[in-house]
């Protein structure tokens, strides 16, 4: 079982970026599904999770207007599309699949998202 990032580069700001991710070997519509982030020097912080009823949850306040996170159990796919990106959103975008129930969790191994003129 696994997921995999893509979508993260370097964009400037006030750009946007949309970034996938894509989970094989398990399944996929019973997993509460979240991205987060980790600056460097940083602690990981949630972004933001849709559970497998597309309940949505936001991390920080700054971010639930600009990101929004979206599922497609059919492609087994979450799509975190970002706008408005700043500097400080700079970091590694992790994709996680849980089902805490029964202990699953599985990480990804990341994608770089830099926001710089």
């Known amino acids: 079982a696994q997921v995999v990032e893509s979508g993260g580069g370097l964009v400037q700001p006030g750009g946007s970026l949309r970034l996938s991710c894509i989970g094989s070997?398990?399944?996929?519509?019973?997993?509460?599904i979240s991205w987060y982030r980790q600056a460097p020097g940083k602690e990981r912080e949630l972004v933001a999770s849709?559970?497998?009823?597309?309940?949505?949850?936001n991390g920080a306040d700054s971010l639930k207007d600009r990101f929004t996170i979206s599922r497609d159990d059919a492609k087994r796919t979450v799509h975190l599309q970002m706008n408005s990106l700043q500097p400080e959103d700079t970091a590694v975008y992790y994709c996680?699949?849980?089902?805490?129930?029964?202990?699953?969790?599985?990480w990804g191994q990341g994608t770089q998202v830099t926001v710089s003129s």
């Open positions: 849709v559970d497998s009823a597309g309940r949505r949850t």
């Open positions: 070997g398990f399944t996929f519509g019973r997993f509460t």
């Open positions: 996680n699949a849980r089902w805490s129930q029964y202990g699953y969790d599985y």
